[in-house]
Every structure is written in C-alpha cells, then in structure tokens.
C-alpha cells in the first residue's frame, strides 16, 4: 500500500521445524485448483492460466480467545511465538498489517519444487507480548501471492521451456509454533481447508510473471487496504461460484481447498527422464492417468539461503522526453530490479497514439485509465527508444526495428503471448485504474513497485503522464549474501573490466546464479564452472553454492548423468553424449563446484552428502563417454578431426572452439575432483577411483596433443587457431612438465584476425572519416580484402571464450608473462572492456562483439577476467591447497612499465575475515616517458585475519640491485577507520566521474556514430585503506631483509597481522612491441630465454589437494 516501505523492516527470521512437524497442508483458491481437474482438459493451457492470472491472497484469523485458552491451560506465560510459511510460486508475509518478509520477488528460493521446498520462519514473539492488553487482542496473518517459477504465463519457447518445470495453481502452507515459558509447544492456525480461520480471495495483482511483469489495480488494492489487520476481517461471504472474470473476485473472502494431485514424484521423474533420454522406455512403468494434474509438491525445509531484496537504491542519472508523455529515465548502470515510486506516479494522460507497447487495447475499450513501465538495459539505436529486443523474455521477438531477423508477424501467434507487447515479449508492468473507481485517477499517487517480477534494466520508459514521476528509483534486487572482495588499481581500463563482471553478477544472483536476468534467468553449469572464481572471490557464497550444489544432486538422473542447469531444461542436450547428459563441461558444474566450496568453506558435511553422486557421474562418464564421442563424430586418434563437432566448448570466443578438448578435459576434472573429495573424506578406494580416470584421461590428452611434434598443444590437424589451446594444457598442468616451456614458448605464435561482424562493418560505414583515420593509426581497423575492418586481438585484448579467458589470464601471470596479461586486460579496441564501455557499457556482454539483436548486455559469462584482477593484478587469493580459506597466497606482479599500471589493491574475503593487498609504484619520475626506464621503489601492504595465515611469494627481482624488507605492525591499527576513510575518498570520486570518459553515440539525424566526452563513475581509480594515513603512523617493528626469498624464489609463511614490505632499485623497462594488435610476439617465441619459471619442471605436476588447478 502507499505508505509501506518498499523492503521490510522487520528482521527477526528464524529457521522452523522438521517437514514431520508440520500440522499445514497446501491450500489453493477453489478456483485455481479446478483448472487442473481432468474436466478442463478441453481448454487450452492459457485459457486456464488466464482463468487463475489474477493471484490469491490468504489470511488467518488468531483470535484472542484462543491464545488466551493456550495460556490459561499451561497456566503459563507466552515465550517465542514462531510462524513458518512457504507459498508457490512466491509469497510475502504479513501480520496485523505489518510486512514479514523482505521485499524480494522470489520466495522462495527457485529449485525444482516437485521434490523440495523451502519455507520461512519469522520470529513475531513482539505481535503477541509486546504492549499493554495484547492479550486481549485478536491478529491476523496474511499472505500474498506471485507467479513466481510455479505458474508462470505459458508462452512456449525453445530457449526457455516452461512446460518442463513442476506447476500447479497458486499454494500456501503455513502455521504459527506457540511456545510457553515452561517449554511447551503449541501448533496454531495451520493452513487446512476444515476447522481453520484461513480465508482466501482474489487480491489487487491481476497478473504476475518473471518474464512479463506484472499488473496491479490500484483500486482494489486501496479498497483492500487493511485485509490483512483484525479490523479488517470478517467473516467468509464469498461463494466458489465462477465470474466472468476473476477480477470480479477480488475482495471476496472464501474457504480454500486443499491442494490435490494424482501426479506422484516417481510419474513426474520418469516423464522427465523418458523425455531426456536418461531412461528407456522399455522400462517404463504405467500409472493410474490423472484426475488432478497439478504437479506434486517436494518436501519442506528451511530455506537454505538469504532472501532476495533490495541490496541498493539508485537515484535516476538523467530524465529525457521523448514526447506524447513518455519519459525516459537512465538510472547509470544496469542491474535487475524495478523502480520504487517514492512518491507514487502523476495522472495519466491519453496520447493520439499510444508509443509501441504501451498501449492496453482492453483497458482503453473499457474506458479504464493505466500507466505503463517498460524496462530494458540499452536504446534501440536508430529509433532511441528500449531495445526491447536485447531483453525479450524466452528469446521471443521479431527482430526488432533495425534487424528483420525474423518476419514481423513471427509472434502474433505464438500461444499465449501477451497482448499489447507487439511482437516483442516485453519487461512491461501496467498500474491500471478502472473507470467504476470511486477515487478515480488520484489513485495513481499510491502506486510504489510491482511485487513478484525482476527486470534487466538500466533505462525505463514510463507512459503516458504528462510530467515524470518524482523521486522514482531504482532497486537492485538479488540474494542479500554478503559482498566482501573489491579491487581497485590506477587503470581506469582494468578497473571498469571488473565493474562490468561485478554488476553482471549483482545481477545474476535471484536464488540461482543466472546467465541473464531477463531472457533466460536459469542456472547454467557452464556459466558457474567459469565464473564460479569470480563469485568466490566478490560474495560469501558458503550457503548459495551449497544450495546450488544440492539442486543439482536433486537434478541427477537414476543412470548417474548429470544435467546443463540446475532443474532440466533440454537446453543443449544435443551437444552432450546423450543419455540425459547435459554438455560434459556444463554437467561437470556439481563435482566442480564441490571442491570449490571445500577450499572456500571447508564443509565437510557437503562433500559426504555428493561424494556418492559424484561417484555415480564418473561412473556415467566411464559408460558412455567414448562411445558417446565416436557417435557424435571423433575419431579415437583425431586423425581425422578438424575442430568445432558436437560440443559447446569455449563457448562464445572469437576463435573456432577445440570441442574434444573441453569434453574430454572435464572428464578428467571430474576424476580429479571425486580423487580430491575421496581424499578429504578418507575414502582411499573413491580417491584412487578418480585418480585413476584423471591420469588415463590426462594421459589421452598428452598423447593426441603432443604427437603432432610441434610441441604447441594442439590437436593433429590443428593449426594453432583453435581454443581453448596451450593456456588450458598448461594452467590445468595437463601438459607435461618438461615441456611446459616450449609449450608456453610456442603459444606466443598465435595471433588475432580481422572480424566481418555485422555491427562492426555497419559502425565504421557510418563513423566520420576522421574517426576512422585515428582508428587506423592505432590499428583498431585493417585491411580485410578491400574493407577496413575491427579485429580481434591475442594479446592486446580478448578472443577467449568463457573458460580460456581464465586459463589465459592466469597462465600469463603466473608463467612470468604479467606483463601481457595486463596489456590483454587494459587492450583497447573490439573485444575489451574498453569497447564495452565506449557503447555506454555499464554490465559484462555476453559477446566479444556488439549486439543489438540478440545477445545480452547483463551477462557475467565471460568475468572470470575479475577473478584475476585480485589474484594476479593485485596479489591475493587462496592458497591452492587451503582448505576453508584458512591461508591466502600473497603474489603480487608488477608491470614492466609504470604507464600500464601504477598501483593496485583487493581484499579477499573468508569465513575468517578479510585478506588484504596493495601494492603502489613509489619514487615515480615526474616526467612520464621516463616511466619506461626508471628505477623505483614498490611499497606493498598485507593484511592477514586472525586465527589465519598467509604465504608471500614475489616475482623474479627485476636487477642484480633489487632487495626487499619486511617489518609487521607491533599494535593492530584501526584498520575499520582506515577502511571508511578510504571508502569516503573513493566514494567522493566516483561522484566526481573520474573513470572512463566517452562513448560512442549515434546521430540519428546524420546516421552517423559521434564520439562523446563525458566523465562516468564507472573505472574510477582509488587506492587501498592500507596506504591510509592513520596506518603509516602505526607502530612497525624493525626492518628485516629478505631479498634471498625473492632472488630463490622461496615462499615465507605469515602470521596474522599487518606486513609493510618495501622493494628498492626496482628497475622499470618498455614492453614489447610484438607484430601490432592483431599480431604475435616474436619477442618471446624466438627468444632462447624459454621463461622465467622454467628451472624445475617437478613443481608443474597436479596436486590432489590443489583445488585451484583441477580445471
């Protein structure tokens, strides 16, 4: 209602009791239930959904008289009171009127609901005790009800296949635990459908849906006002009897009925299986057909993760008029959320015309009066209104104005699609008035946010007022984990690099690590195999990838396979070895994920509850996987394979994808993870098991990409174009130790090529001559044919897909080759951050390339690049053999040159506390071209938590001359005032846009792309709360010198606290030059001087307690 806050500021949440004490049954609105009787039949799925797309409300009556009974015969006194609730699709609880649950959409959290299903307890002891008389008062919980995953609009769609889901009508199951002081337990007001108080009604949201948004009626929700309070009650007056339209139900309370189902769990997986071909249909077994068709509800527990809620609150950037009262509001950055009305919405107008897609034929028909809301991340260039297209729900549009990609009727028919989204599934939610209203258009002043939908947004488009909203702002929902790594440096590039990955996760994490927020929201193996590192390193995800790792032990089929995402969706099977298999790399997320959990968090309990499934998947792999392989088309010795079958692979890179590399690569991994985890859990049988297979498959590997004798890592046919390639032969320690120089030698042959992209050609056709000849002087354009052209780099930029980017990043660094590394992540040009942010880029792509039709601008897909930002640029990340982040590595690498990079911090969280690094260039020459030769000093800062330890391991010194000293902190400063101060300074700059500084836009007047100057927040240079002030005056023990650890490359063991170490007579050099950005590096490949790491080639072998090398 108007004067709620958009988020609940009511916090005591508790966790509730086992299933086997729940007294509550699921309940339904008569009227939803009965859209699943097998007498329905005759209707369309939609015809039934639209007969239930106006969602439910429940309330309990508590009267006084029975809390009163309770207490009177335990002659006692009321200690705890304890209500526990879940609804599907998602719910919000309240009592007396007052807000339970956070504000978030998604509640609860998304896992297959047919097998398991978490609830929430809150702790209202202050309802029931707090205040003169209250015991003499009566109370009421109400519960609200969204869509949610559970009865989502049916529109089909081959990227998002709803109708694989479990669904049923919208369902409460709740009960309050009254607890004594002496102990004793009573259960009150347990949702049933026979002597209870529940009531259920038609409430004030008409429809609600993920992917669609929502509709609210600001009438009935302000005639409802007070439905959730005692004084508010009354009474059942409503009948079962069905209206025309259920929005002529709302406001009638009437008796609910349980939730009922002839579908058992063991039918459900079998259809499920049969469809996956994880099971044959020989074996099928026969059930009764069904009555009842909804889908069977999993067991309950207590919800395994935090809320999603509103995290942060955006103030709108800019408010433009695009005329005919539309406004368009950019709120920065993109994220998932919605806006928040703070002060409600203005009156509408009616325009001659409605602008496209925010019109409501019904609404206008009837005479009633609506503002609409349509939300999406960029503007549709050649018309400057949302791209629509770039945020379509399930992949459904027609192309858009620009790009006919498909024909301009291609939805009008697609079954069940939205009226008034015009060929377009659409981020659209409707605030609507009926004329009937006795309050009329004033209404519109109470509107604040939609309730149970999440949209991609970072510009919104609000029609038709004839003024903007005021104080309207945006919130960022996701899971409210704690957020505990940051990195910063002097690079406004790198810097905006992890912004981007950053805001793609923060947007990514509605109870699933998702790969978009708008088109797809699933959780995909692949996605969490490559950004899982970045995540580790940003969030607390101790209690999320828990969760995620169980949705997929739920997920597994009997025959051991594993599936692409979390909760089966046929998404790419295709590309698997069949037998229900998701793509091995994306089925091999579960046993990944698992090891990355133990080394992180230490949950031991974790590994002993899927070391049998694990177990079972490696098996699965051992029975199909090379037959599965010879079908799809390899041939055992890669004679005749030529690159790119079957398989996703590297998924989106620049270069062809090696399929049999990724393949048969996570085959290995998932040996070496049921070896670690056997380990861990002293299982010496299950370690040998999974040590056997990663040998034999890593003994595969060195054969058939070692035997061509190029010594280059690739396979027979290849000719060094392929990825991923040497960079994950060599970080995943596959490739031989003696030959891992050559190896890495030969890798700086490869080089990068011209792009014939479709936006790319049609944005240097249409840039000025001008522009185009600064690009060419750069060498951002080349000759391809007779046409200038962008190109991708190898080492000036990225070409990498979603996993090689790490191997890339890290083998650089860690292999003595920092210095590309950086030049890699600071590139200019196609396929960098950099060209991101030009094209007003505030969230990672989900390509190299720019898209206007078709891939996501809000997917952290390819943000592994963030994970060695803090590990490499800045040098902190677990040691790779810790175990619940009990000990950090220390490895900070410097440029060769100060122009790239002149500084750089990250913390590192753990269950422990935070890890701490900067490190900055000191005794810099004032003159800059002198950065290239001068000789400075490096002055680096570490921060170790108590009751953990660290390890400082520091490159190779740059000259004979080069030392290096220690000293600790004898008093632990105030590092929290340290940290706020720092983050008061940082915060004052951003504000101040003193990161990146143009971006490309398009003059639609002139068809013409025009460079625009302009400060953003986003790549702002700070530096760390380490070089605060107040920590130069702590107390510091004496200098010790330890240039022999350096010079023999030996690591020294730290003790918590805070280290201050210097390096003298750093001697700075110019990079290398290499054969221009699309080219090689002769420098290094022609050079004697295999690298600087190459003296003991022992230390290349894969640890079974080194959980950062296993992939």
């Not at 799925?45 to 009177?72: E, G, K, V």
């Not at 007070?226 to 139900?249: I, K, L």
């Not at 040996?671 to 034999?696: N, P, W």
């Amino acid at each position: 209602m108007k004067d709620q806050p958009n988020s609940s500021s009511f916090s005591k949440v508790a966790i509730g009791p086992e299933e086997h004490d729940w007294k509550g049954k699921w309940i339904v609105h008569p009227l939803d239930m009965d859209t699943f009787n097998a007498d329905m039949k005759k209707k369309s799925d939609c015809d039934r959904w639209t007969m239930r797309r106006s969602l439910p409300l429940f309330r309990a009556h508590l009267s006084a008289l029975t809390l009163q009974s309770i207490l009177a015969n335990d002659d006692d006194s009321l200690a705890s009171a304890l209500l526990v609730v879940s609804g599907l699709g998602s719910f919000r609880a309240s009592m007396d009127g007052v807000p339970l649950s956070p504000s978030g959409p998604i509640d609860p959290p998304f896992t297959d609901y047919s097998k398991r299903v978490m609830y929430r307890g809150f702790d209202v002891t202050q309802f029931l005790t707090g205040g003169k008389n209250v015991i003499d008062q009566s109370h009421v919980i109400g519960i609200t009800m969204g869509s949610g995953w559970w009865d989502h609009r049916p529109v089909p769609s081959s990227i998002v296949k709803l109708g694989l889901l479990p669904r049923g009508p919208s369902t409460v199951n709740a009960q309050l635990f009254l607890t004594t002081s002496k102990g004793n337990v009573h259960v009150v007001i347990p949702t049933q459908d026979k002597g209870s108080t529940w009531q259920v009604s038609r409430g004030h949201i008409r429809e609600s849906d993920l992917f669609t948004g929502e509709m609210v009626d600001l009438d009935v929700m302000s005639s409802m006002e007070g439905w959730d309070t005692s004084s508010g009650w009354a009474e059942v007056v409503g009948n079962t009897e069905s209206t025309p339209s259920p929005y002529e139900e709302v406001n009638k309370w009437i008796k609910p009925v349980p939730y009922r189902t002839d579908v058992t769990l063991e039918q459900r997986v079998q259809e499920m299986a049969i469809k996956a071909k994880a099971m044959d249909r020989a074996g099928k077994k026969e059930f009764p057909k069904s009555v009842n068709s909804a889908s069977p509800i999993g067991y309950l527990v207590p919800s395994e993760i935090p809320p999603v809620m509103s995290v942060e609150r955006i103030a709108p950037d800019e408010i433009q008029n695009l005329g005919g009262g539309r406004w368009l509001i950019d709120y920065g950055k993109a994220m998932s959320g919605m806006i928040h009305f703070d002060e409600g919405l203005p009156e509408p107008i009616v325009p001659d015309e409605y602008p496209r897609a925010h019109g409501f034929k019904a609404a206008t028909a009837n005479g009633d009066s609506f503002i609409t809301v349509i939300y999406g991340e960029s503007l549709e260039m050649t018309t400057g209104d949302i791209n629509r297209v770039l945020v379509a729900g399930l992949g459904l549009h027609d192309g858009g104005p620009r790009h006919k990609s498909k024909s301009a009727t291609h939805t009008a028919h697609t079954f069940c699609f939205p009226d008034d989204h015009e060929a377009i599934l659409s981020q659209r939610d409707v605030y609507v008035i009926p004329k009937e209203s006795k309050k009329g258009k004033a209404l519109y002043a109470e509107a604040r946010q939609s309730h149970f939908t999440t949209h991609s947004f970072r510009y919104a488009e609000i029609c038709c007022t004839a003024e903007p909203p005021k104080n309207a702002h945006a919130l960022l929902y996701r899971t409210a984990i704690p957020e505990w790594g940051t990195f910063d440096s002097s690079n406004v590039l790198i810097n905006g690099g992890y912004e981007l990955v950053k805001n793609a996760m923060n947007s990514n994490l509605l109870s699933v690590q998702s790969d978009c927020p708008h088109r797809e929201k699933l959780p995909y193996g692949g996605d969490l195999v490559a950004d899982s590192p970045a995540a580790l390193h940003m969030y607390d995800m101790s209690a999320f990838y828990k969760k995620t790792v169980n949705d997929w032990l739920e997920a597994q089929w009997d025959n051991g396979a594993y599936t692409e995402t979390s909760i089966w969706q046929d998404l790419n099977d295709y590309a698997g070895i069949g037998h229900g298999a998701g793509e091995t790399v994306w089925a091999s997320a579960p046993p990944v994920l698992t090891v990355r959990h133990m080394q992180h968090y230490g949950d031991i309990t974790l590994l002993q509850k899927s070391i049998s499934h694990h177990v079972k998947w490696l098996d699965f792999l051992d029975k199909y996987f090379d037959a599965g392989m010879e079908i799809k088309g390899y041939d055992k010795e890669l004679d005749e394979y030529t690159g790119q079958k079957s398989g996703l692979g590297d998924w989106l890179a620049m270069r062809s994808r090696d399929t049999y590399l990724t393949h048969t690569a996570f085959v290995m991994a998932s040996g070496r993870c049921v070896a670690y985890i056997g380990r861990k859990v002293g299982l010496a049988s299950v370690e040998d098991k999974g040590m056997a297979v990663a040998k034999k498959i890593q003994d595969r590997l060195v054969h058939l990409y070692m035997k061509n004798g190029k010594d280059n890592f690739d396979f027979p046919l290849g000719s060094e174009s392929h990825t991923p390639g040497p960079e994950m032969g060599l970080y995943t320690r596959i490739v031989p130790g003696e030959k891992r120089c050559i190896v890495l030698k030969n890798w700086f042959r490869r080089s990068g090529h011209t792009w014939p992209g479709d936006e790319e050609r049609l944005f240097i056709k249409e840039m000025s001559e001008e522009d185009k000849q600064v690009w060419i002087e750069t060498k951002e354009l080349t000759k391809r044919g007779d046409e200038w052209a962008m190109g991708w780099s190898q080492w000036q930029g990225f070409n990498e897909g979603i996993f090689a980017i790490r191997y890339a990043m890290k083998t650089l660094s860690d292999m003595g080759y920092h210095n590309i590394a950086l030049r890699k992540a600071a590139g200019v040009g196609m396929a960098t951050p950099e060209y991101m942010m030009s094209h007003n880029a505030t969230t990672m792509w989900e390509s190299w390339w720019r898209s206007e039709d078709l891939y996501s601008r809000n997917h952290p897909m390819l943000g592994a690049v963030a994970e060695w930002m803090s590990s490499s640029a800045a040098g902190v990340a677990l040691y790779p053999t810790t175990t619940g982040g009990k000990k950090a590595l220390f490895w900070p690498r410097f440029p060769k040159s100060a122009t790239t990079l002149e500084y750089a911090s990250a913390v590192q969280g753990s269950l422990g506390g935070d890890y701490a690094i900067a490190w900055r260039f000191e005794e810099l020459p004032s003159d800059k071209s002198e950065y290239n030769s001068a000789v400075v000093k490096i002055r680096i800062r570490l921060l170790i938590p108590p009751g953990n330890e660290g390890v400082l391991r520091l490159p190779l010194p740059s000259s004979e001359s080069t030392s290096v000293s220690i000293r600790h902190s004898l008093l632990m400063p105030n590092v929290n005032d340290a940290r706020a101060v720092a983050e008061k300074e940082c915060s004052s700059r951003r504000k101040a846009r003193l990161g990146f500084h143009y971006n490309w836009n398009y003059d639609r007047e002139k068809n013409q792309w025009v460079k625009h100057l302009t400060g953003k927040a986003i790549g702002t240079p700070c530096e760390s709360f380490l070089f605060q002030q107040s920590l130069d005056d702590a107390s510091w023990s004496r200098e010790t010198e330890i240039t022999h650890v350096m010079s023999q490359r030996r690591d020294k063991e730290l003790s918590p606290g805070l280290y201050d170490i210097t390096i003298s007579n750093w001697q700075l050099e110019k990079e290398v030059e290499g054969t221009g950005r699309i080219g090689n590096l002769p420098e290094y490949y022609k050079s004697d001087d295999l690298a600087p790491y190459c003296s003991d080639a022992t230390t290349f072998e894969w640890n079974i307690d080194d959980a950062s090398h296993i992939i």
